[in-house]
């Protein structure tokens, strides 16, 4: 499928690209649908907020819509990583000082998730990889993810959707490619992810004051005795949208409504 | 210079590699003197290592060996780095079921540090980055290494030969490219690094059991009072093997009669 690099087609980098070297980058998974890539605006801003996070300047919003258009020419239905890196510089940490960012995009098949999953729920587990605090890179989908694949990696059972991520607090943060919320009558309450976690662009708008789904919503923390009492549990990104969870352990939650109004109002926003 | 991907001569990697997409993979930086590796069994030994506790296949010691020589032919005084990814991989954190690493082995001219700061010393400053606790990663040279280069961008100053990290309870760890030791009453104390960090050859050599330096080692907590009290304090990595501390802020130190021993005891170990 295609690769853009710096907008050309192509599917090598230079070695002494940084991403590579030290994971000096950001990046970020969505979706296009029929040609189409939902919150475009969105995940533009975080893209460029992360990047200047990291002290990298980021790709013209110009630049990518013409390297998202140029993709969903071939391809109108598929996933879309998009990555800047700092771009190539030689041995040693110091930021080179003429840096020229490196952008890529590349397409790849939509996963083929069961249907029931967003309807009647997912299974998903704790994991034991305990997520490190790190208040610089909190929020950021950097290239650093040695966690989430070590994490990722405790679990074979296609039947788990997904594997759920702390702190060494004992705090909820996130699944291993996805937020959190839990549903505490009626209000949803997501982690705080000031410490670690990345903060995706569907949580960010299902937080932001004046999002229009009818709930309250709060970020707090959350450890294992809260979530399990919660009414419902929330798996959410771009590429699935929102999942309900039917099972934890022994903890099941039956009743989706809230999940199935989240879904209709992020379709509608998704437009 | 020269570059070899799995041994072929190459500067261009896939984008999908996993190195690249997530920093999954282990790395080491070594130098070539005369077309010899000092010290490559150490080397090939933490490479491996390393690769293990991440589930890397490590390459074959022949093969690195095979690409060294090729490296040495051409230049037999060079900075090498060794890389190894998890190799090619679909989108997501699962690591692919039948992972092929990828071996990449870099030249690059030795850094040309001034000759007096192997002598008299160099200056270092304290960084505020400070280091995230990380049992399951700490030690391990992987390529996830954001906070390094978030450290180093914390000054400009050439004079600054290296600046030094702590962790979230006021330990020192390491310096952004260095292991650390202080020198007190004799006795030298490194940080312990089982929560963060990277625990490099030269600081290995010098720790274990049976090392022929002629001086009693211990493993510690050091926090900034008693580095600042300590008779001394080393750096030391394969590059710049042991230089000694002449400056931190308003502490000076002067006599490196331990660092000038060292450094010799190390050419020794090198052969």
Redesign the interface.
């Known amino acids: 499928m295609v ?1 853009l ?1 710096d907008g050309q087609p ?15 980058g950001v ?1 970020r ?1 969505l979706s296009l649908r029929g040609g189409i890539t939902p919150l475009l605006e969105r995940h533009y801003a975080k893209l460029a907020g992360d990047c200047r996070a ?2 990298i300047r980021p790709p013209a919003e110009a630049d990518l819509r013409a390297d998202l258009a140029q993709i969903a020419d071939r391809h109108p239905d598929c ?1 879309v ?1 998009i ?1 800047v890196t700092r771009g190539s510089g ?6 080179p000082e003429a840096a020229q960012p490196r952008r ?1 995009v ?1 397409a ?1 098949s939509l ?1 083929d998730y069961p249907a029931q999953w967003s309807r009647d729920g997912v299974t998903v587990r704790y994991c034991s ?2 997520l ?3 208040p ?2 909190a929020g950021i989908k ?12 405790e679990w074979n059972d296609p039947q788990i959707a997904e594997g759920l991520l702390g702190d ?1 607090a004992g705090h909820l943060i996130e699944g ?2 996805c937020n959190l919320f839990i549903i505490e009558q009626g209000t949803l309450v997501t982690p705080d992810l000031s410490a670690c976690g990345v903060a995706g662009v569907i949580r960010q708008a299902m937080i932001e004051p004046g999002a229009s789904h009818g709930f309250s919503v709060r970020i707090d923390h959350i450890d294992r005795a809260r979530l399990e009492n919660a009414d419902g549990m929330l798996l959410v990104n771009s590429l699935i949208g929102v999942w309900p969870v039917a099972r934890l352990g022994e903890r099941q939650w039956t009743g989706f409504s809230v999940a199935h109004h989240l879904q209709e109002w992020l379709d509608e926003l998704a437009g």
Chains 1, 2 share one sequence.
């Open positions: 690769i690099i192509g599917n090598q980098l230079p070695v002494d690209d940084r991403g590579f070297a030290y994971g000096d990046f998974t990291l002290g996933a990583r990555t030689g041995r040693g940490y110091a930021m890529i590349s790849s996963p990889t305990i490190a605090s790190q610089l890179l950097h290239l650093n993810r040695l966690e989430n694949v070590l994490a990722r990696a060494s291993t490619r």
